[in-house]
């Protein structure tokens, strides 16, 4: 090793799902939306000034919060945006989780969350969930330095309730709980409700799974205004412009359109209630997923055969190499169309 | 305070420059370009399909990285691009500066360096620069946890040659020299052409001003693969998908049109080498500029109260209120027309 070399970061980072470069692949492996963003979008490519590309965005992000406000019926103030709820959830980890005691959140979880972690030298512990794959909120009851749960989980895809989500506030209200429900408008109850209730709490939402804009990279936070200030200053700290014109520009014109949103949503939960029969049909065991993906592991079939054998028919799904979900498969919800695909070749498959 | 409070992070942001809303604004306070962005901004917006926007872009961003490897003749092994040269230079605090020694910058530079530092709790020390805003390299000839430095400097706009980044270099062999390049192109000699020899060197360089694209936020970090790996597995660890679709899209579309670039250089060096002489003529003083830029005193008035007074004839340019440079305008090169605009408010202002 060179002197150089000493002090450069040694990290093991979070590795994404494949985005194949390969034509006409069937893509069931990172929860993308097969339905394309809201015709509105459209029209706002068409009206976007390319001029307006020499000027910095606006730094406040405005016009995204407002149009957000407007959705929920609360206030700019708060909302926090950046790029991406990885983005935001990464903000609020360097914001709110300063505590000598480790943070909490599930052993089967978002994988970024230990990532996250480790980058920020923030301390965690995690919690066992049960054999159903069950959060016990039990387990959140104990001091600990902030807490964080995607509900419905990944990549389990199940959904706690409202009841559940509160109480673990009830139990935890000197710390920030971040309620991660980047799935949650796939038959899920948003937390949202419980903001004015509980302070400390703070929502985290995207528009790249329901609203079909994994490409745009917009996710957002919904917390009271000291929340939301706190990781403003931080995010100031870092990158004053994080949200770009075309981002702020298309992003701000799809929220209003609530129909296109829940026409596209109920399409996907139909498409998955039915994708849950096949599977189970097929011998596929998995929990209820109320998600846009399903966690399902076979017991005849090793998960990671599946895997290879998918893709060698171009199906790209996603398998974890993790102990504990190595014999998982995630699915996620494409159109009817594409998952007629994935029945076809997992019957093969299991007929070979 | 609220217990929930005791754990927030506090941290003193830094503060961009104002992005006015309203109307009829000569923007001459954040350095972006005057002219539009290169021609083929608009052909990519008509062929970009939207449809791209459900799926995530590709998290290795290498459309961008193969043109700019085409560019400048070099590998995309040597290429990190990042939301603006902020974001990448942000990462390269947090992968590079881990050393127990102090990194070391300019008192009068670019003041998010001292942000970054305080946010990634980095010792820092900042040697001053001499009378005529130069930076004495002798300075950072004693043992440190890195250096970084603007070239040409920011706010001064003042050029170092060649020679004496090299002179850097070579008393700093053991650390990561960090030379940022934002503003390379207004006439300076980039640094690139020591990367051969310094392993430990990483050139930053942006779409943002030279190239007209700071609403598109990109910029690059330009070093060997060790680096670039590195600065990947850090930028990996917070965030998969920094650049979006359209990002990547339209970014890729105008590095190869080269004329373009160097004919809108032409015309923004020819209107400062202008406006230094008109500056001069009414009594301003200032170093010489290399950038897009130009950093100027006046002895009988006061920088505050002119930077007051143009805001009310809605020309906006840049005033520090820092120790040292709170007598000072930046003043950022706008079209001939602009900078006229500029003289005749500063004749009137000093005929008052």
């Given amino acids: 090793m060179k002197l150089w070399e000493k002090n450069i970061r040694v990290i093991e980072p979070y590795v994404p799902g494949e985005q194949p470069k390969v034509q006409d692949v069937i893509k069931l492996n990172t929860n993308e939306n097969p339905y394309p963003p809201a015709p509105e979008v459209e029209e706002a490519k068409e009206s976007f000034n390319t001029d307006m590309l020499r000027l910095y965005p606006d730094p406040d992000a405005s016009v995204l919060t407002e149009e957000l406000a ?20 990464s903000v609020a980890f360097q914001t709110f989780f300063n505590s000598d005691k480790p943070i909490l959140f599930p052993n089967i979880t978002y994988s970024f969350y ?6 920020y030298r923030i301390k965690y512990e995690c919690p066992k969930l049960d054999d159903n794959f069950k959060i016990k909120a039990e387990d959140y009851y104990k001091e600990n330095g902030g807490v964080i749960f995607p509900n419905p989980n990944a990549p389990t895809g199940v959904l706690e309730s409202l009841d559940f989500v509160e109480d673990i506030l009830r139990h935890n209200q000197d710390v920030i709980v971040i309620v991660d429900e980047a799935y949650i408008d796939f038959g899920g109850k948003s937390a949202i409700e419980l903001l004015d209730k509980y302070e400390n709490l703070l929502v985290v939402q995207t528009f790249s ?17 000291v929340l939301i200030n706190a990781m403003n200053s931080v995010k100031f700290s870092v990158n004053s412009y994080t949200m770009n014109q ?19 949503l109920a399409k996907i939960i139909n498409t998955r209630e039915i994708t849950k029969e096949k599977l189970k049909a ?4 998995f929990p209820d997923s109320k998600s846009n993906f399903i966690f ?38 494409g159109t009817d169309e594409q998952m007629d695909k994935l029945f076809e070749a997992l019957e093969q498959y299991m007929d070979k």
Same sequence: chains 1, 2.
């Fill in 296 to 333: 399902a592991t076979h017991k005849k079939y090793a998960a990671k055969d599946i895997f290879e054998y998918l893709k060698t028919k171009k199906i790209y799904v996603r398998y974890f190499n993790t102990p504990g979900i190595d014999n998982y498969l995630r699915i996620t919800i």
């Fill in 282 to 285: 097929m011998g596929f065991e």
């Fill in 114 to 119: 230990c990532v996250w972690a480790d980058m």
């Fill in 209 to 225: 799974k329901a609203r079909s804009m994994a490409g745009m990279r917009i996710g957002y936070a919904i917390g009271n205004p």
């Fill in 70 to 89: 407007k959705f929920y019926g609360l206030n700019k103030e708060n909302f926090f945006v950046g790029v991406g709820s990885d983005d935001v959830i």
């Fill in 246 to 264: 075309t981002s702020l520009f298309i992003g701000s014109k799809i929220i209003s359109n609530k129909k296109y949103f829940e026409d596209t």
